[in-house]
Nanobody, 115 residues
Framework: QVQLVESGGGLVQPGGSLRLSCAVS????????MGWYRQTPGKQRELVAR???????FYIDSVKGRFTISRDNAKNTVTLQMDSLKPEDTAVYYC?????????WGQGTQVTVSS
């Protein structure tokens, strides 16, 4: 079974930065598109960014120009660099497949943007 372990969240002031990391184990990581998702209470989990096996990326409009997704196939990790954070970015962030049937979710990492 695939294991997803997210880390790097925390409390940051508006305009600040955080770098999230996701370690993926028990799969051939390099053949999968990967994504970062987020969820706030009462709302559905949404895809925030995706990176395909070709390293082609996709971002939702609200994070374009502020977030950067990357992957390291040698280390089986996917990273989300988040800059110019806004209060509306506050959520629990998760990683998973970027396309296709999703794996079981990890525990996520809480990101709180507040002054």
């Amino acid at each position: 079974q695939v294991q997803l372990v997210e880390s790097g969240g925390g409390l940051v002031q508006p305009g600040g930065s955080l770098r999230l990391s996701c370690a993926v184990s028990r799969i051939m990581f390099s053949i999968y598109s990967m994504g970062w998702y987020r969820q706030t209470p009462g709302k559905q989990r949404e895809l925030v960014a995706r990176i395909q096996t070709t390293s082609t990326t996709f971002y939702i409009d609200s994070v374009k120009g502020r977030f950067t997704i990357s992957r390291d196939n040698a280390k089986n990790t996917v990273t989300l660099q988040m800059d110019s954070l806004k209060p509306e970015d506050t959520a629990v962030y998760y990683c998973n497949r970027g396309l296709g049937n999703l794996w079981a979710w990890g525990q996520g990492t809480q990101v709180t943007v507040s002054s």
